[in-house]
Structure formats: structure tokens, C-alpha cells
């Protein structure tokens, strides 16, 4: 994976819970890491054809790995493009170099 092709910057969040002056508890973002990373959007690719069949991923997003940080199905990725929730963390060819996330797309709900 080249320099070039990883032009989106995320952020790997978290939610925590966070308490108010009055002693509410509201859920708070806490940025893990803030990387660059390759992002592809679900199309109509063959290798799209092959993942759909098993996943509800909209989105493949791949970064250099971080060392001291475990990315888990519990984190929340954040770009320009919205918010992602990851559905499955995997590295590269196993070389410790890079991680591969599938997410998908977190659409906010009207009421």
C-alpha cells in the first residue's frame, strides 16, 4: 500500500461515558488515534460481489498499524464522510504492518 493512495484521515474512537455538571451520564467520544488511511466505498467489484454475501460492510478502510493500540469491533471510526462502525479488524498477509477494517456506514435516525 502505497503513501499516495491513503488520502483520508480518520479518527479510531471510542465511546466512553461521560458525566455532566449535574451529574448526568451522556456518551462522549475518545479519540484513540488520528491516521491516514485508504478508503473504498462498496461498488460492484468482484471482490465486493464476494464479501457481500457474508457482511453488511459499506466500507473498507486501510491503515498502517498502530503500535499499543488493539483496533476492536467496539471502536467507531470518524472521517470528513461520516461515522463508521467496525464490523471486522484483520491484518494484512498476516505481516504486522497493516490493518484492514470493514465498516459500515452509522446513518442517524429522525424521530
Not at 498477509?93 to 435516525?109: Q, S
Request: with cysteine.
Amino acid at each position: 500500500m502505497s503513501f499516495g493512495k491513503m488520502k483520508t484521515f480518520i479518527d479510531i474512537v471510542s465511546t466512553v461515558p461521560i458525566k455532566d455538571s449535574e451529574g448526568f451520564v451522556t456518551k462522549g467520544d475518545n479519540i484513540l488515534a488520528s491516521v491516514r488511511a485508504y478508503k473504498e466505498d462498496r461498488h460492484g467489484s468482484e471482490r465486493w460481489t464476494n464479501m457481500a454475501s457474508f457482511s453488511s460492510a459499506t466500507t473498507l478502510f486501510r491503515f498502517r498499524k498502530i503500535p499499543d493500540l488493539t483496533v476492536t469491533t467496539e471502536m467507531t471510526i470518524v472521517c470528513e464522510d461520516g461515522r463508521y462502525q467496525i464490523l471486522s479488524v484483520e491484518d494484512v498477509r498476516n505481516r504486522g504492518m497493516y490493518v484492514e477494517v470493514l465498516a459500515e456506514e452509522i446513518k442517524p435516525t429522525v424521530r
